[in-house]
């Protein structure tokens, strides 16, 4: 049985550099979620798909961070001119629909260092 | 805004219990959930309140009060590995808001 995967699990990167985040939702589930976890602190929301379309990306800190889910299976997190401050444990979620009693299935996480 | 809040750490022995609360303010609530998240791992569900009162599943039970907002978390009978954080989110539509989470370590 397959869960959310996640890739790569460890990446390391330096200042200024792009980095992309890999997602595997389960399969048939149609609502995706990118959350953001730093030390100590629970996951902070960042985008929410609904299939193919980016339906809520408030949580997105600026411009540097952008996400894609072109075929509404896979998403990549893109986070260009990477910041110290942007090293965190980035969660990816799934859940079958988007409604409010919907269980999310996070997957392992990527855990980003920027040094 | 979201304001969730839960104590950072909680220490309990082997085989007794433990109650870790959490209070909310939420612009918009549909329900609170719980997950447990062992160190380096994802996030597990554990359980899902909608309506006010206790909702028991095996060892862990569940309880909120809407008009309150607020809920917690019942672990009986602790095991090593239930050695944990136990993360508090309160959900709006598909959004899920979580707080710090509570670390909880059982001893011996």
């Known amino acids: 049985g397959a869960g959310v995967s996640q890739t790569p699990s460890n990446k390391v990167t330096e200042k200024g550099k792009y980095v992309e985040l890999r997602c595997d939702p389960i399969?048939?589930?149609?609502?995706l979620y990118w959350y953001r976890q730093s030390l100590g602190q629970g996951p902070e929301f960042l985008i929410y798909?609904?299939?193919?379309?980016?339906?809520?990306d408030s949580g997105l800190p600026n411009d540097r961070f952008f996400a894609v889910r072109p075929e509404g299976s896979v998403s990549t997190l893109k986070i260009q001119r990477t910041e110290r401050g942007d090293s965190a444990v980035y969660l990816c979620?799934?859940?079958?629909?988007?409604?409010?009693?919907?269980?999310?299935?996070f997957g392992p996480g990527t855990r980003l260092t920027v040094l | 805004g979201q304001n969730i809040d839960q104590p950072t750490e909680m220490t309990a022995t082997e085989g007794a219990i433990v109650q870790i609360n959490c209070t909310y303010q939420t612009s918009g609530f549909n329900g609170l959930f719980w997950y447990q998240q062992h160190a380096g791992e994802a996030p597990t569900f554990l359980s899902y309140n909608v309506l006010d009162g206790l909702e028991e599943k095996g060892r862990f039970s569940s309880f909120l009060s809407r008009s309150k907002g607020y809920s917690y978390l019942l672990l009986k009978e602790l095991q090593m590995k239930d050695s944990a954080s136990y993360l508090c989110a309160a959900g709006n539509d598909y959004k899920l808001s979580f707080g710090a989470g509570t670390t909880v370590t059982v001893r011996a």
């Open positions: 798909f609904q299939g193919t379309g980016a339906a809520d």
């Open positions: 399969s048939g589930h149609t609502a």
């Open positions: 979620a799934s859940s079958l629909r988007r409604d409010a009693n919907n269980e999310q299935f």
